[in-house]
Structures are given as structure tokens and as C-alpha cells.
């Protein structure tokens, strides 16, 4: 996950309540690094106490929805029709359309064209998943939301005002707002005799952060997988709220679903990611051939989702802590009193903090 725009705008505000703190648990080397850096790296290393403050105010108070609106505002201006271009996908009358929100995010809005039923996947804003429900004709029966963050859940509570019997779905741990419908590991939800969805429980970051499965048997189709901040194209979420060995687990889940999956994330993150892998494993050729057809659709700003399971354990870093390959490349080996899972979450721990340094330059 990229760094995320909110710290930037709480840094002020986290600085006043946190600089008390700070002085007396940072020695004086620790100050004087924390003022000459820069606002993005500092806000970046997240185990520093003013990150966490900030944190806390984006996810625990009324502060972060006002920086979220904010965001929404500087979104719609900068991109009146979209961060990028998309299509809906239709397979035996189901019908996926990605809708491009603030700066790289998507929402999701599943249709059964046969009843005009549908349902929305974080709708982080909600002017342009209304305008697209209104567009399709359709009645919102529900909001899956896979995770607290302003950025997708921001427009829960206003499409439910708008949809008055619009359900809400989320896990409880992450304080879901609007939510209705609290949900626990591998729990279904039906809408109809053709959306048929299942909740997995996948912390990491977030503390309640789920995913949703679109079970393809009832549409003699691929299932698909809405990865929230879970997992994106060749890349996987910031570990805010978990450790390295959690967001195994949650990941592993992932891994082990059927290759022929679709994978629906909720970011455009597709070219930073695939040049993050090409940096750990050089010659992997298959990231480097869906790189140039990422470098090729992003040329025309065109939308890179889906992906498919099969195509992301083979050039997806964090789905490959298993690899030889990938361990050479980082120069890793398992210690002797070392189980394979302890080993693999090292790995994955290695890679996360790469990727974060190399977000930072």
C-alpha cells in the first residue's frame, strides 16, 4: 500500500499531540533525524509513535472522514471522469464494473442483469458509484466493505441514506461505518439465486480487514475475488495492523483458492508494484512480459483488473515467500531451528520492507 495522503494532512495536527511524547521517549540523535527528514519518509516508518498518532486520528475520529472529504474534492477536480478508464466484465450475465475513485482506488458495483440486482464493494466516494448504479438501472441491495479505511468505506453511510434498505457488510473488529450486517470467517451472503459471496477473515492491515469470493459455480463461470488492501496486482497491503506471520496466514488464504480466480484489488497499483518485482526477481520473465502489457495499458491510463490467481503466484513477490528463487534473490536462507512457516514470514517480512524503502525514494 502506498504511503497514505491523510498523514500528510494530520502531520500538523499529530505533531502538536504527539511532540510532548515524543521528547521524552526519543533520545536527542532520534530528534534531531525526525526534524531534518522528510514529511514522507517519517510518516512512512510506521513504528515511529507520530505515525501512530496520526493513525489513530485517521481511523478512531471524526478528523479522518474530513480529510477524507477533502481528498474526494481534490480527486474529483483533478480527475472529472476517473483515474482511469474502465469496462465491465460480464460473464453469463453477471456483470463486474470497476469504478475509478479518488487518486488510485476502485469500487466495484456487481450487477445479476437477470433481476437488476446489485451490490458495491467499497464505495469510498459515493457520487460516482450512484451515478453508475443510476446509469445501470439497478437496486443497491448491499455495500461489501473489506476494511475501516476512509478510502473504502468513506461512502457507506451515504449510499445506506440513499438506499434505505441498502445492508451494510463488514467485520466488527474495524469499526465498519454504517455497518448492519457484522461478519465472521467464511460466513455466505446470498443476494438471490445467483450472488453468492463468502467472507474470509484476513488481518493484517487492518485488524478486521476480510475479502469477498463471488462464488463462480452458480453463474458456470470464474469466481472473483474482491482483495480490498489485501492483495493487488504483483503486490500486497502495508502490514498496519498486523505482523509479518498474520498477514501470512491471510495471504496464504488467497493462495489458496482456485487459480482460475479473478482478482478484483482496490488500487491501481499494477505498474509501481511489477518494477518493485522486477527489482527482487529480475528474471522472472512472466512479471516482465504482464509488465510491458501493464506499461502499455497504463500508457492510455486503461484499468489493469482483473488478474488472475494463476498469473499472480507466478509473479506476485508476496505470494512467492515459498521461492527458491525469490530467496536467493534477497539473499535469505532458513536457519536450522527454523519451521517453514516461521521462514516464509521472514521472507515476507523482507519484502514488505523493501518495498516500503522503495517507496520512499
Known amino acids: 500500500m502506498a504511503l497514505p495522503d491523510w498523514t500528510v494532512y494530520l502531520l500538523c495536527i499529530a505533531s502538536v499531540c504527539g511532540g510532548f511524547y515524543i521528547c521524552r521517549v526519543s533520545k536527542c540523535a532520534r530528534i534531531s533525524a525526525w526534524k531534518n527528514s522528510r514529511i514522507g519518509k517519517l510518516m512512512a516508518r510506521t513504528e515511529k509513535p507520530l505515525f501512530w498518532i496520526a ?75 450512484q451515478a453508475c448504479l443510476e446509469e445501470e438501472g439497478v437496486a443497491l441491495q448491499a455495500v461489501l466493505c473489506t476494511h475501516k479505511h476512509w478510502d473504502h468505506s468513506g461512502g457507506n453511510r451515504a449510499l445506506k441514506r440513499r438506499y434505505g434498505s441498502c445492508r451494510v457488510y463488514g467485520n466488527a473488529m474495524d469499526n465498519i461505518p454504517g455497518l448492519t450486517h457484522p461478519l465472521s470467517d467464511k460466513d455466505t451472503i446470498d443476494f438471490g439465486t445467483r450472488l453468492h459471496f463468502r467472507a474470509f477473515y484476513t488481518p493484517g492491515h487492518t485488524v478486521g480487514h476480510v475479502i469477498y469470493l463471488l462464488d463462480g459455480r452458480a453463474i458456470g463461470g470464474p469466481s472473483s475475488l474482491f482483495s480490498g488492501d489485501l492483495v493487488f496486482l504483483s503486490g500486497c497491503g502495508r502490514m498496519f495492523e498486523g505482523n509479518a506471520s498474520t498477514m501470512l496466514s491471510s495471504l496464504d488464504t488467497v493462495g489458496s483458492l482456485s487459480d482460475e480466480t479473478l482478482l478484483w484489488p482496490g ?62 534473490a534477497l539473499g535469505l536462507q532458513q536457519k536450522q531451528d527454523e519451521d517453514w512457516t516461521s521462514y516464509r514470514a521472514r521472507v515476507l517480512e523482507e519484502l514488505r520492507r523493501r518495498k516500503d524503502i522503495y517507496k520512499d525514494r
Not at 518493485?276 to 484499468?303: D, H, S
Open 267 to 328: 488500487h491501481e497499483y499494477a505498474e509501481d508494484n511489477l518494477l518493485f518485482a522486477a527489482e527482487v526477481e529480475p528474471c522472472n520473465v512472466v512479471r516482465e512480459q504482464k509488465l510491458q502489457w501493464v506499461l502499455q495499458q497504463r500508457g492510455q491510463r486503461l484499468c489493469t483488473c482483473p488478474s488472475t490467481l494463476a498469473e499472480e503466484k507466478q509473479y506476485n513477490p508476496f505470494l512467492r515467500c515459498h521461492s527458491q528463487d525469490l530467496h536467493r
Open 55 to 129: 493513525y489513530s486520528l485517521y481511523t478512531r475520529t471524526k478528523l479522518g472522514y474530513v480529510f477524507h472529504k477533502r481528498q474526494m474534492k481534490k480527486a474529483r477536480e483533478r480527475y472529472p471522469a476517473g483515474h482511469s478508464k474502465t469496462q465491465p466484465t460480464i460473464i453469463n450475465g453477471i456483470k463486474i464494473i470497476p469504478v475509478p475513485i479518488l487518486l488510485d482506488n476502485y469500487s466495484y458495483v456487481v450487477i445479476d442483469t437477470a433481476s437488476n440486482m446489485a451490490v458495491v464493494v467499497d464505495p469510498a466516494d459515493p457520487q460516482p458509484v
